[in-house]
T-cell receptor, first 109, second 113 residues
Framework: QQPVQSPQAVILREGEDAVINCSSS?????VHWYRQKHGEAPVFLMI?????EQKGHDKISASFNEKKQQSSLYLTASQLSYSGTYFC??????????FGTGTSLTVIP | DGGITQSPKYLFRKEGQNVTLSCEQN?????MYWYRQDPGQGLRLIYY???????QKGDIAEGYSVSREKKESFPLTVTSAQKNPTAFYLC????????????FGPGTRLTVT
């Protein structure tokens, strides 16, 4: 049930772009994206809903391919503050919800 | 200020003791969740509740118990039956359904020796 994320880890220089992928074996109703800094709670970034609606921050973009049960998070012109672990969360029918395996992102000067 | 609180931040217990972790929210959210996170790992769902007096098991419910007597509160008890209880525990809440973001508490780091 747990979605799989790729890559597991990525290191970027400031200003570079990155894409994080999330793939599920189940039909999805929604996809959430969160970022967690070390020792802290996850913070909401974005929700993508079946049908195309999106809710989230202006500087974050993501896509949701309902047929392929996949989502991608796009981080452009990365900043040092983008460092952390990114989790996707997948909403299934019956209000079931599962977080992904996580992607560690490190931005260096 | 609306938010979700967990207490305590750090908790130490001896093996064989039950321990209860507190989670309170004043966001008027219907749904509440408990997750466990181990070092370098993702979040695994322990229990969730969509409404007062009702809750469902997640993937790793064995050795844990919950109650939802009030909308604002969703305490988690880690029982002595949980074989490896040392972990970071996160509580979250959201409006009903998967269309709404989850708000997380600051977490409780439990160490059992």
């Amino acid at each position: 049930q747990q979605p799989v994320q790729s890559p597991q880890a990525v290191i970027l220089r400031e200003g570079e772009d990155a894409v994080i992928n999330c793939s599920s074996s189940k039909a999805l109703y929604s996809v959430h994206w969160y970022r967690q800094k070390h020792g802290e709670a996850p913070v909401f970034l974005m929700i993508l809903l079946k049908g195309g609606e999106q809710k989230g921050h202006d500087k974050i973009s993501a896509s949701f391919n309902e047929k392929k049960q996949q989502s991608s998070l796009y981080l452009t012109a990365s900043q040092l503050s983008y460092s952390g672990t990114y989790f996707c969360g997948t909403g299934l029918t019956g209000n079931q919800f599962y977080f992904g395996t996580g992607t560690s992102l490190t931005v260096i000067p | 200020d609306g938010g979700i609180t967990q207490s305590p931040k750090y908790l130490f217990r001896k093996e064989g003791q039950n321990v209860t972790l507190s989670c309170e929210q004043n966001l008027n959210h219907d749904a509440m969740y408990w997750y466990r996170q181990d070092p370098g790992q993702g979040l695994r769902l322990i229990y969730y509740s969509q409404i007062v007096n009702d809750f469902q098991k997640g993937d790793i419910a064995e050795g844990y118990s919950v109650s939802r007597e009030k909308k604002e509160s969703f305490p988690l008890t880690v029982t002595s039956a949980q074989k490896n209880p040392t972990a970071f525990y996160l509580c979250a809440s959201s409006s009903q359904g998967n269309s709404y973001e989850q708000y997380f508490g600051p977490g409780t780091r439990l160490t059992v020796t």
